[in-house]
């Protein structure tokens, strides 16, 4: 820890003199990791130099200018990616000026990582939590502990626990189908990188005696999502808990208004069976006798999907928090391939590969050809998570899957995956996403990295982690505006994200380790709280980061 503080006034020391027509991936590289540049200005030649001795390290010739509309600027490119020497560096560009300094090392996603992943930690609900970072000590009292109310069940006055788990996003509320879809991509990560991460320490409370420190974190969820479903024993699940409208900007422990289990949904009935279904997997090594329960209630929702083919849709009502309400074909393909792959029953097999094959296959935004459709889509989130469950299928070891089906999904997925590969390649900032933006981007750009790593595990192909690590790149300062998108991390950092702990407590600097949502066009982002629609957080982008940094451990 000293070694990186050390580092980071290193950084602070000379950033009045850092360019800003130079962008690059602040948090530096390890070794394999692409390593381009961005720049903004008149150039031809650049060189690497030795922060510590200033001595030349590698010399290289920018790329010819590319004009992008969507940023309206013309960008060279200078690319060292062959240059691996371990070091802190400076990049100086003639008649242009330096970089910041950064690092090429082998453990330069570490710190990040560790950052981004206790970040969930700090979202805990339900208990006090404290941590320290760069300096600046951030804490709450334990929170919202008469979680909740059954008046929109029908039982006026009533309560029943459903304290714990983790505050969605900027405001104070709690949501089954992002919690799922969030705790869906930290399993994947688990799944991926478990030889990584199961070492991490991430200086948690021992809430879960034996667990490793990511999985103890993701049981704190976990334990939250096993309070939803109704206690009649139907399998239903309530679709949120929150309070009718969104509290101001105060820290939680302050946020006492009465907060409600609400009506079902198909889509929570749906995202709840599949991830209980993960859960019962990955849990059951540490404990056999909870990994059971998780199965038994994804057994129990997965039955009342059976019982309710037709979609019932979450009602708002007299609720003015977050809906997160879809379609829930998506969620039933994905709890069929979830609970097919834990319990190796042929009946989930058949429902997922059935809703395959009925599902609408989609267009990459810009496609014209019908030919073109696929089953693994190019941009996805909690409203359209298919991937998920298809990501299941392709890497599954179990037996019986249809050897047509299977081709195809390959095949989709590393079209899919040659896709990103190719905006990210044409793109002056090395996004993935390119020029497409929505509420969450950044998230939907950390997010095709699963994406990426799902089509590098079954084809091998480097140019996926390549992509990979350009995404990443853009998240930390290889962007149009020069900054990390992530808090307390990087260059010029978020210093006023959406969330309410970080205007409302008396630190200057906000809670750290989250990436901000993004604009919703290549230049409209703005860096003030009041922005919810640019500079939220949310535990489904976090996740998404979280499995981005996990590549590069």
Request: hydrophobic share 35%.
């Amino acid at each position: 820890m000293k070694k990186l503080y050390t580092l980071f006034l290193l950084s602070c020391s000379i950033l009045f003199a850092a360019d800003a027509d130079i962008r690059l991936s602040s948090i530096g590289f390890t070794p394999e990791m692409s390593k381009k540049v961005s720049v903004t200005a008149e150039c031809e030649q650049f060189t690497l130099v030795d922060a510590n001795t200033g001595e030349t390290a590698y010399t290289g010739t920018l790329s010819d200018p590319v004009y992008q509309k969507d940023v309206d600027q013309s960008v060279r490119i200078a690319d060292f990616t062959l240059f691996v020497d371990p070091g802190w560096y400076i990049l100086n560009i003639e008649n242009v000026g330096q970089s910041v300094p950064f690092e090429i090392g082998a453990d330069v996603c570490a710190f990040p990582y560790t950052t981004a992943m206790r970040a969930f930690y700090l979202w805990r609900c339900g208990t006090a939590v404290s941590g320290d970072h760069k300096g600046d000590h951030f804490e709450h009292d334990a929170c919202h502990l008469n979680d909740a109310l059954k008046d929109a069940l029908g039982r006026p006055g009533q309560r029943r626990d459903g304290t714990g788990g983790w505050h969605d996003a900027g405001d104070y509320g709690k949501y089954v189908t992002n919690g799922a879809f969030t705790l869906g991509c930290l399993f994947l990560a688990w799944d991926h990188f478990q030889n990584k991460l199961e070492s991490v320490e991430l200086d948690l409370p021992e809430t879960a005696p034996g667990y490793p420190d990511f999985l103890k974190e993701l049981k704190w969820e976990t334990d939250w999502l096993l309070k939803m479903p109704y206690p009649d024993g139907s399998g239903r699940v309530s679709h949120k808990l929150t309070r009718l409208n969104f509290s101001g900007m105060i820290m939680p422990e302050n946020d006492d208004a009465e907060r409600y289990f609400t009506d079902w949904s198909t889509t929570a009935v749906a995202d709840f069976a599949a991830v209980m279904a993960m859960a019962a997997r990955y849990f059951a090594p540490l404990d056999s006798a909870y990994a059971d329960t998780c199965l038994q209630a994804a057994l129990s929702s997965y039955q009342a999907l059976r019982d309710h083919p037709q979609h019932k849709r979450f009602q708002q009502g007299d609720f003015h928090t977050g809906a997160y309400a879809s379609d829930d074909r998506d969620d039933r393909l994905w709890a069929a391939a979830e609970l097919w792959e834990t319990t190796g029953d042929s009946s989930y097999l058949h429902d997922f590969e059935q809703q395959v094959r009925n599902s609408q296959p989609r267009m990459r935004p810009g496609m014209a050809q019908a030919s073109e459709k696929r089953h693994v889509d190019f941009d996805w989130d909690w409203g359209n998570l298919r991937n998920l469950g298809v990501f299941t299928y392709v890497l599954s070891e179990q037996t019986g899957r249809d050897p047509e089906l299977l081709q195809t999904l390959h095949k989709h997925l590393q079209l899919t995956a040659d896709d990103i590969v190719e905006t990210a390649d044409r793109d002056v900032y090395g996004r993935t996403l390119g020029e497409r933006y929505q509420w969450g981007c950044n998230g939907s750009v950390a997010r095709q990295t699963i994406t990426l790593y799902t089509a590098y595990l079954l084809f091998h192909n480097k140019d996926y982690v390549r992509a990979a690590s350009d995404a990443v790149a853009h998240l930390f300062g290889r962007n149009v505006y020069n900054r990390s998108y992530v808090t307390g991390l990087g260059h010029n950092p978020p210093m006023n994200p959406h969330s309410r702990r970080s205007v409302a407590d008396d630190v200057q600097a906000p809670w750290p380790g989250y990436i901000v949502g993004g604009g919703h066009s290549a230049t409209d982002w703005v860096d003030v709280h009041e922005s919810y629609q640019t500079n939220e957080i949310a535990v489904n982008w976090q996740a998404a980061l979280v499995y981005a940094l996990a590549i590069f451990l």
